[in-house]
């Protein structure tokens, strides 16, 4: 599996956006970029998924670079209940099956 | 629609012991994933079921394993407990949506072994 690369712990203040980094310079064509996040003492929940142009629903956007070597979640208004770790997963569209293979993820800390 | 449910949510058992996790998935869903989440490795795959059979499974030892039952419902059972097994234990289903599938998680089951 591709991996990425986050940063350990960002910070950001309630009612502003935020913007998730992710790096994942060797994934494939065909290659999802998903995004899952886990809320304190939750199982993880989805939050969105894109292939290639920009994605955008009801809980955050997707940002994926031109050369989709690096994608970025936005949040764009940082809520207390927002605060949580944030996994960035590829899943190659031609895998059998499901193994979503978490890193270490970014923790999100917003303050009021 | 009920979320994923998984029972029981907390359970203490001792070295050696047996242990059998339920879960209960989405309706409608027919894979059942399992990781398990440490605070030293993180979340990690542990294996899944798709209509009764494993489909893709993790690097663990053949202590960990599973079944599916033909409504859906999966339990997974780690048999002589060591003290390393102890963590929360989450159970994820699945439905195939335009070509990509979701995984809804339950809230876990935390395992404690003494």
């Known amino acids: 599996d591709a991996k990425t690369t986050q940063p350990n712990s960002m910070e950001s203040n309630e009612e502003e956006p935020v913007h998730l980094p992710c790096n994942h310079s060797?994934?494939?064509?065909?290659?999802?970029i998903h995004w899952y996040r886990q809320l304190p003492s939750q199982g993880p929940e989805y939050v969105i998924h894109?292939?290639?142009s920009n994605v955008n629903n009801r809980m955050a956007s997707l940002a994926i670079a031109e050369d989709r070597k690096s994608s970025t979640l936005i949040l764009h208004r940082a809520t207390l209940r927002d605060a949580a770790v944030y996994y960035c997963?590829?899943?190659?569209?031609?895998?059998?099956?499901?193994?979503?293979?978490f890193g270490a993820g970014t923790i999100l800390r917003v303050k009021s | 629609k009920a979320g994923v449910t998984q029972t029981p949510r907390y359970l203490i058992k001792t070295r050696g012991q047996q242990v059998t996790l339920s879960c209960s998935p989405i309706?409608?869903?027919?894979?059942v994933s399992w990781y398990q989440q440490t605070p030293g490795q993180g979340l990690q795959f542990l294996f899944e079921?798709?209509?009764?059979?494993?489909?893709n499974k993790g690097n663990f030892p053949g202590r960990f394993s599973g079944r599916q039952f033909s409504n859906s419902r999966s339990e997974m059972n780690v048999s002589t407990l060591e003290l390393g097994d102890s963590a929360l234990y989450l159970c994820?289903?699945?439905?195939?949506?335009?070509?990509?599938?979701?995984?809804?998680f339950g809230p876990g089951t935390r395992l404690l072994v003494l």
């Open positions: 060797t994934i494939s064509g065909t290659d999802y």
């Open positions: 994820a289903s699945s439905l195939l949506t335009g070509g990509i599938e979701t995984q809804y």
């Open positions: 997963i590829l899943r190659d569209v031609r895998g059998d099956g499901n193994k979503l293979v």
């Open positions: 309706s409608g869903h027919r894979s």
């Open positions: 894109g292939l290639t």
């Open positions: 079921y798709f209509s009764e059979t494993q489909r």
